[in-house]
């Protein structure tokens, strides 16, 4: 009775061993198969199998899946061979792909979790090339940094029209999303100013688009979070550029009027080229820390202004110049701040070079990369809030749920709707004005205190509960959502439109796993 036992016991601790053992076996011949299959493809460029860590980072911070693969193509073929590769073996095989930029998404949103990630910094193609006549535009490389965009553009005298606050990101990766800054009340976001792209689908097919050609790939994938298509070239619309730029800040401590004045900076003729706002709580000494490099007005009054323990609101402004316009600017600035209700004390001006201006978060980066922040986790929260509902969210949040700010800017500016394209596949709000709200914090993930990574992870769940509770109609903007639940109501009516194209341009659901949004029905496994 004892032996039955025994071998009984050592059946049951055997048949594990031997099913792990099989699974192991298997998933080395699979990998082993997958590589040899990759390495056999016709490309120009190269796939790296080992040391690929930088291809599970971003920064995020939070999120580290390790992919099979990193394709660096030299060429768009490249990137097309390796996606038919991938369609061709049909659903079974659960490889996915997504397209990695300059790293700067937040949630892992180009990583592909055991599968290939295009390493799209290394795509090499024509040299950019500017056009000019009745449109004028430049033709890039979707792996190209705006900051390079910027410095070729500026050797003819031009520039594109719209940015976002950090310019060391590449075109495919802010198209994909809207790339939105302090410009976009008169442009619009960096999607509303492209003439044309060239994409790689889901099924590996190179297309060209644009309104005229092949009109629904080309709205879908503009803000399409990477699901259609993988971008690999842009034409971007351009305009003269200015040489220099007043930089103006001023503060004010009512969210209405603060509100108030920004909404009609954005509605009137003229006005700013560039309007922001910030939202400061419980900020210490921050005069002297913006008079390292703005001018006070009026440095006696400005002196006594106190900014500790309060909830402030400051109006980011700039008006573009050159040279010759040097003497009529500061009449023009006067006039335009004339018609605002800000605190008198706290103006602060500067002059910059355009360039200057535009890279000034790389200012502040090298800053932070010397005293090791730049590389902390970022739980950022982007938030778009209807006109309507954004006092109610101001009275809310700002120095209640919120009581500082020492973690990171707190952005809150308004854009008009009237400068986006309904036909993309950016989710807007119903009405003609919406804020863009910014939390943007950088956390310490050992710290039990309120820059822990926990602590500021449920400050934004608070945040996105009472968006609910109140029913106020918020959208995220770069959005994070792990249900396909949660993605048909940010979608809303629009989640038809969505599911149509991914049938369309990506059936297999290969392209952009990191978003989280459609998954393979099979796994690698």
């Not at 699974?23 to 299959?37: D, H, P, V």
């Not at 291809?55 to 060429?75: E, S």
């Not at 790389?362 to 902390?376: F, M, N, Q, Y």
């Amino acid at each position: 009775m004892k032996k039955n036992s025994s071998s009984i016991s050592l059946t049951r601790n055997i048949v594990p061993l031997i099913v792990c053992c099989c699974m192991a076996i298997k998933l080395s011949l699979c990998f082993s198969s997958l590589e040899s299959s990759l390495r056999a493809l016709h490309i120009q460029g190269s796939f790296s199998f080992d040391g690929n860590e930088f291809a599970a980072k971003d920064f995020g911070n939070q999120i580290h899946f390790l992919p099979f693969a990193v394709l660096h193509p030299k060429k768009v073929s490249d990137i097309a061979t390796t996606i038919q590769h991938v369609w061709q073996m049909g659903s079974g095989s659960g490889l996915t792909v997504a397209a990695r930029g300059h790293g700067h998404s937040l949630q892992g949103q180009a990583q592909a979790p055991h599968g290939i990630v295009i390493n799209m910094e290394s795509l090499t193609g024509k040299e950019m090339t500017v056009h000019e006549g009745k449109f004028t535009y430049v033709d890039v490389s979707a792996g190209e940094l705006w900051i390079n965009i910027l410095h070729e553009c500026l050797k003819q005298g031009l520039a594109p029209k719209s940015w976002t606050d950090y310019l060391h990101l590449t075109v495919g990766g802010t198209l994909s999303n809207a790339g939105i800054s302090g410009q976009a009340f008169r442009h619009g976001p960096q999607i509303s100013n492209v003439h044309q792209l060239e994409v790689v689908t889901g099924k590996g097919e190179v297309v060209v688009c644009s309104e005229e050609q092949n009109a629904d790939l080309f709205h879908g994938v503009l803000g399409g979070l990477g699901q259609f298509g993988i971008i690999t070239r842009a034409r971007i619309a351009l305009e003269p550029a200015p040489k220099m730029v007043k930089w103006i800040r001023v503060l004010y401590s009512d969210f209405s009027t603060f509100a108030r004045d920004q909404e009609h900076l954005i509605s009137a003729e003229n006005t700013f080229d560039y309007i922001e706002g910030l939202v400061i709580i419980n900020k210490s000494g921050l005069v002297n820390y913006w008079r390292s490099s703005f001018n006070l007005h009026d440095t006696t009054q400005a002196n006594q202004f106190i900014s500790d323990g309060k909830t402030l609101f400051c109006l980011e402004l700039t008006k573009n110049f050159n040279p010759h316009e040097a003497d009529t600017i500061d009449m023009e600035v006067d006039s335009l701040l004339s018609q605002l209700n800000y605190i008198t004390s706290t103006l602060f001006i500067t002059e910059v070079s355009y360039v200057e201006f535009l890279d000034r978060v790389h200012t502040a980066e090298l800053k932070l990369r010397s005293k090791g922040i730049w590389d902390l986790p970022h739980p950022w929260l982007n938030l778009i809030i209807p006109k309507s509902q954004i006092s109610i969210f101001a009275d809310v949040v700002f120095g209640n749920i919120l009581t500082d700010t020492n973690n990171g800017p707190v952005l809150v500016y308004p854009v008009n709707k009237s400068m986006w394209d309904n036909r993309t596949s950016f989710v807007l709000p119903e009405e003609d004005i919406f804020y863009l709200v910014a939390f943007l914090p950088h956390a310490v993930p050992s710290s039990t205190e309120h820059d822990g990574l926990q602590y500021i992870l449920s400050l934004n769940k608070r945040i996105l509960d009472f968006c609910e509770a109140a029913n106020l109609g918020v959208k995220q903007y770069l959005p994070h959502y792990t249900t396909r639940e949660e993605w048909q109501a940010h979608f809303g009516r629009r989640w038809e439109i969505f599911m149509q194209r991914k049938l369309a341009y990506d059936p297999l659901a290969i392209l952009a796993p990191g978003q989280r949004i459609f998954q393979k029905a099979v796994s690698i496994l």
